[in-house]
């Protein structure tokens, strides 16, 4: 069982940057393609940016591109979400999930696709 923990979350302005850290406890996690979701009130659970296990190949959702980057560091276990110029609509939940290790094509923005997944942190975007 894979645990994941988010952090990094709170309150900003418009326009604020803001790093979210998810921080995995599989000591194999490098294996793990890992992606950001997040879920406003009342809407679904939506892709906002993955990066696969090997190549580390990243891939953003619309509300990622060009604001969002996505990294992770294999040796802590740790990904990472830097969101810049935030806007009020990008207030949400956000979860960190994780995919296990396995053959075939899996997509990357799909939330079935995932195995484990975070508590979630709150960001709030308002001013």
């Known amino acids: 069982q894979v645990k994941l923990v988010e952090s990094g979350g709170g309150l900003v302005q418009p326009g604020d940057s803001l790093t979210l850290s998810c921080a995995a406890s599989e000591r194999t996690f490098s294996s793990y393609r890992v992606s950001w979701f997040r879920q406003a009130p009342g809407k679904e659970r939506t892709f906002v940016a993955g990066i696969t296990e090997r190549d580390e190949n990243t891939y953003y959702g619309d509300s990622g591109k060009g604001r969002f980057t996505i990294s992770r560091d294999n040796v802590k276990n740790m990904v990472y979400l830097q969101m810049t110029s935030l806007k009020p609509e990008d207030t949400a939940v956000y979860y960190c999930?994780?995919?296990?290790?396995?053959?075939?094509?899996?997509?990357?923005?799909?939330?079935?696709?995932?195995?484990?997944w975070g508590q979630g942190t709150q960001v709030t975007v308002s001013s």
């Open positions: 999930a994780a995919r296990a290790p396995r053959s075939g094509y899996s997509p990357i923005s799909v939330v079935s696709e995932y195995d484990y």
